[in-house]
């Protein structure tokens, strides 16, 4: 009774967050104007031509990606490498270094002949790796039914944002999807305890993030700066490729904080003494008592 009590307040405390996340969307979309592509989205500090190749470093600086996406793709379907326990947990992971390995490709086609019909293959790779991440995260510290849920309904959302853009000239969803990651993330890493160890990688993370956000921001100014070696634009593409580094890092080493280990239980009717995992006993304690 008690086991069914817990799921049930667990069961609202989740439909309140997904109410609370929808009434803060909705207030979003409400209460901003429309944001639409401007001319000069597609107009980068540096698009100098080397070798035939146009925009040469804001393609070139897309390889990053590539490797590490393939590299982490390849540890994961090896399933011996990375310190996971749940299989949701290989899911989320799987799906972010394909969305990663997909990012090198889609951006340098959209950098080769930067134009609104192209944005949409340099965003969505991006957007399904955010998804993947975050629900990773969900399934380490929340729970993997948490977790897959809101992967099916990211991924929905990923491909939602990109046709609402493309359609509506509007880049609203696109921008609020990007700042999940890196407010939430941090929020959820201080409130809900961790499950492994190096869990300070998760705000690292965040912090790199934020940083290539900067990057790209102030893409003309980083590029003046240091007399025109390198964009601002293009150290957004090598500081997000140091995402997935340093959360293949993570995985590499951490190892879970608590095992799940076996106790004895005392059934109340003969008192003899019965080996179980004490997560099995969370869900079945009636009529008994640990020791």
């Given at each position: 009774?008690?086991?069914?009590?817990t799921q049930q307040i667990?069961?609202?405390?989740?439909?309140?967050?997904?109410?609370?996340?929808?009434?803060?969307?909705?207030?979003?979309?409400?209460?901003?104007?429309?944001?639409?592509?401007?001319?000069?989205?597609?107009?980068?500090?540096?698009?100098?031509?080397?070798?035939?190749?146009?925009?040469?470093?804001?393609?070139?600086?897309?390889?990053?990606?590539?490797?590490?996406?393939?590299?982490?793709?390849?540890?994961?379907?090896?399933?011996?490498?990375?310190?996971?326990?749940?299989?949701?947990?290989?899911?989320?992971?799987?799906?972010?270094?394909?969305?990663?390995?997909?990012?090198?490709?889609?951006?340098?086609?959209?950098?080769?002949?930067?134009?609104?019909?192209?944005?949409?293959?340099?965003?969505?790779?991006?957007?399904?790796?955010?998804?993947?991440?975050?629900?990773?995260?969900?399934?380490?510290?929340?729970?993997?039914?948490?977790?897959?849920?809101?992967?099916?309904?990211?991924?929905?959302?990923?491909?939602?944002?990109?046709?609402?853009?493309?359609?509506?000239?509007?880049?609203?969803?696109?921008?609020?999807?990007?700042?999940?990651?890196?407010?939430?993330?941090?929020?959820?890493?201080?409130?809900?305890?961790?499950?492994?160890?190096?869990?300070?990688?998760?705000?690292?993370?965040?912090?790199?993030?934020?940083?290539?956000?900067?990057?790209?921001?102030?893409?003309?100014?980083?590029?003046?700066?240091?007399?025109?070696?390198?964009?601002?634009?293009?150290?957004?593409?090598?500081?997000?490729?140091?995402?997935?580094?340093?959360?293949?890092?993570?995985?590499?080493?951490?190892?879970l904080r608590f095992q799940?280990?076996?106790?004895?239980?005392?059934?109340?009717?003969?008192?003899?003494?019965?080996?179980?995992?004490?997560?099995?006993?969370?869900?079945?304690?009636?009529?008994?008592?640990?020791?």
């Open positions: 009774m008690m086991w069914a009590a667990a069961r609202s405390k989740r439909g309140r967050v997904w109410a609370g996340a929808l009434l803060c969307w909705l207030f979003l979309m409400l209460a901003t104007p429309k944001i639409p592509y401007s001319p000069k989205h597609h107009v980068y500090a540096d698009m100098r031509n080397f070798l035939g190749v146009p925009n040469t470093l804001n393609v070139i600086t897309n390889f990053p990606f590539l490797i590490v996406g393939v590299l982490g793709f390849v540890l994961c379907l090896q399933g011996s490498y990375f310190n996971v326990s749940l299989q949701g947990e290989i899911l989320g992971w799987t799906l972010f270094y394909a969305g990663i390995a997909g990012v090198a490709f889609g951006s340098a086609y959209y950098h080769l002949k930067p134009d609104d019909s192209r944005l949409m293959w340099d965003t969505l790779p991006m957007m399904i790796a955010y998804s993947s991440l975050f629900s990773s995260f969900l399934v380490e510290r929340v729970g993997k039914r948490t977790g897959l849920s809101f992967l099916s309904l990211l991924l929905f959302f990923s491909f939602l944002s990109a046709a609402y853009e493309r359609t509506f000239n509007d880049l609203r969803l696109r921008m609020m999807f990007q700042l999940i990651p890196c407010v939430v993330i941090p929020f959820m890493t201080l409130l809900f305890p961790p499950k492994y160890t190096h869990s300070r990688y998760w705000l690292w993370a965040a912090g790199i993030y934020l940083l290539s956000k900067f990057e790209a921001f102030a893409d003309r100014r980083i590029y003046h700066a240091n007399s025109y070696i390198i964009s601002g634009h293009s150290l957004e593409h090598l500081c997000l490729a140091m995402l997935p580094v340093l959360l293949t890092m993570m995985l590499l080493n951490r190892t799940r280990g076996v106790g004895f239980l005392l059934v109340v009717d003969n008192w003899s003494p019965v080996p179980v995992h004490f997560q099995s006993f969370v869900k079945k304690n009636d009529g008994l008592s640990a020791v």
